[in-house]
């Protein structure tokens, strides 16, 4: 059934908007339509967290809640879901949530600017786990920033946590939500707002059917790049095609050799996927944006922006990744270093869109991938670096290397690939090889790094690989 209401659960009920405006944010409705003000707005670019709420949704018949950056999230994402905001989490006796009682115990607020996006960033964890180790505690407040109370005291509220047991009036609906959720799950979106649309297929058939109508729209996956166009730059996006209700694209297949990631799978599940075949890859992603951004973000999408400094690409790149594109008639597969044209071009044509990624699996090889930012979380990279080398009998067999942000994509180091392939693995060889940086690669300078900076540290990371798989160890400043 195709519809041009939106519909999601707010307060135990669902909530209906007929053809809201595609480009509204889930923040502006909160705070103006909702006239709900304990959500805030900082930089409105997804980078503070003071905008955080949660939505609760169905997977395999279980509700899971994810954070997300209300303020770069279209109101149309929302269908389907269960819209959770700061001012819900009291009980209807008018007592603090857990978590609240928490913050206010541990001193976890001064101003209070940003308190509501670190509980709803909390919410979302105390609700998807059941132990709150200081890992999960430091990836679940990524995303949020405190300009005054300091990280500890709240981190101390989170830990409290671990001592209370899940009974909130959350838990208590539970069965109510579910039911509710399933009731609304089934409508297909298409909104006319004026001069804009917005289409939500939910299969590939009907997918196809809309670009071939409306070819010059935008697709959306995760909407972290697409919505600063509205967000920041203040302009209109005219019509939109959200990929996120595609069931044939929120697949994972793996067997022995390869994982081949659908479009619709987020950068945080993929994130938990790719951990068991290549641990650097997971320790990248957990460094890339923070828990909001990773729960509706997308490896395509990521893709196909083809930043120069996007995290997976020079990841993907030294794997051997490819891509499968679909077009109007098939469904082409390209190796991904043949993908990317110049700065932000790509060789996907009017229409086209990333269906999938495929990742070959080498376990005999070294995998290695490097991120240097000026913050550890929530940070663009300035370079980012990945190797994978197959060595047999202290020899290279193949090396694979990639950098982003060293050149207008992210690309092969393919000089450095050369005179390391068939040569022996030695200190020597990787010393002769960082002069070679040169030759691949002509970094620019950019309020990140200066060109220069960028060509030592390309050098450095190359050369802390060569020490951490002859020592078999990595080698950290604070070890
Ligand atoms: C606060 C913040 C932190 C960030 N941190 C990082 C970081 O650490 N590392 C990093 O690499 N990036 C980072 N980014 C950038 C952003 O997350 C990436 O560009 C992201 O990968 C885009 O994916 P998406 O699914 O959100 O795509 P969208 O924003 O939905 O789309 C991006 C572009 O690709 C197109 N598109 C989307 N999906 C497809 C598809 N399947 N086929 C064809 N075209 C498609 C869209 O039309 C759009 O032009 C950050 C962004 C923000 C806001
Ligand atoms: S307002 Fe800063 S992340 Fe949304
Ligand atoms: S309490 Fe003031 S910004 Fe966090």
Known sequence: MVSNTIQFIYNNQICSIENPDPNKTVLDYVRNDLKKNGTKEGCAEGGCGACTVVLGELKNSKLVYKSINSCISFLPSVNGKHLILVEDLMSKKNELHPIQEAMVKFHGSQCGFCTPGFIMSLFAMYKNFKKFDDEIIEETLSGNLCRCTGYRPIIDAAKSLNKKKDNDHFKKDQTKIINLLKKIN????????????????????????????????????????????VTKLRGEIKSIISLNSVKELKFVKKNKNYIEVGAGVSLYDFQNIIKSYYLDFYNILKRYGSVQIRNVGTVSGNIATASPIGDTLPLLLSLDAVIKIQTKNTLKI????????????????????????????????????????????????????SFNLLIKNN???????????????????TSIEKILDNSIFSKELFLKAQNLIKDDFSPIDDMRASKNYRIEIAKNLLMKFFYEISKKKNIRINQ
Do not use: W
């Not at 917005?198 to 670009?211: E, H, M, Q």
């Not at 020899?395 to 180091?413: D, H, L, T, W």
């Open 186 to 229: 089934n409508n297909e979106v298409e909104i006319f707002h004026k001069n804009k649309k917005y289409f939500s297929p939910k299969s590939l058939n009907n997918l196809k059917k809309i670009i071939k109508k409306n070819p010059h729209s935008y697709f959306l996956s995760g909407g972290t790049d697409l919505s600063l166009g």
């Open 334 to 385: 390209i190796p991904l270093d043949q993908f990317f044209i110049s700065y932000r071009k790509t060789k996907l044509k009017k229409g086209d869109f990333v269906y999938s990624v495929k990742i070959p699996i080498n376990k005999k090889n070294f995998f290695k991938a490097y991120k240097i930012s000026k913050r550890f979380d929530d940070d663009i990279s300035t370079v980012c670096a």
């Open 395 to 413: 020899k290279i067999v193949k090396a694979k290397i990639a950098y982003g942000g060293m050149s207008e994509i992210p690309k092969r180091a």
